[in-house]
């Protein structure tokens, strides 16, 4: 009963924390001020605020004060950086729906050692095998290859359809 008890208690006080909304993305203050602008009333006052916070917030662009991005770039940055260990920042949005689960691309070259095989797709990324298991279909240049995030933080690269191996990204 006492166990009971604590746990229905531990429910209780946890639930805010579970309950506990979204909260919105922080705006720049450049663009926000532009967007303050459409409260104005008088017409030929909101015109002079999109003027001059238009002329702020390009100012802002252009000496790399405020970055300006759409959805396209943002989900090339997020795939340029499949696989790498970052901290856990917002810089993206933080939105684990537009996450990338798994790239698809062409192996540059690749290489086996006594390690394993290490494999260098044409984006530039390099990928190093972290098990034992063999290739089924060798990884040589110009084959069609597909990492994939597996459980626990790890990935899985496939050749050519092949079945997967454990890899890491090392750049």
Request: glycine share 8%.
């Amino acid at each position: 009963m006492k166990l009971f008890c604590a746990v229905l208690l531990g429910g209780i006080v946890a639930s805010p924390v579970l309950a506990k909304e979204k909260e919105p993305p922080v705006r720049a203050q450049a663009f926000q001020r532009l967007v303050d602008c459409r409260t104005i009333k008088d017409s030929a006052a909101r015109l002079a605020c999109y003027d001059t916070e238009v002329a702020t917030l390009d100012a802002a662009e252009t000496s790399k004060d405020v970055v300006i991005v759409d959805k396209e770039q943002l989900r090339q940055a997020k795939r340029t950086l499949f696989g790498l260990s970052l901290p856990s920042i917002k810089l993206f949005g933080g939105d684990d729906d537009d996450a990338v689960a798994q790239i698809e691309s062409k192996i540059a070259s690749a290489s086996e050692d006594v390690n394993g095989w290490t494999i260098r797709l044409v984006d530039g990324s390099v990928w190093r095998q972290i098990d034992s298991k063999p290739f089924y279909r060798l990884p040589k240049a110009g084959l069609d290859v597909v990492v994939k995030r597996a459980a626990l933080g790890s990935y899985m690269l496939r050749v050519g359809g092949s079945p997967g191996v454990r890899v890491k990204r090392v750049i």
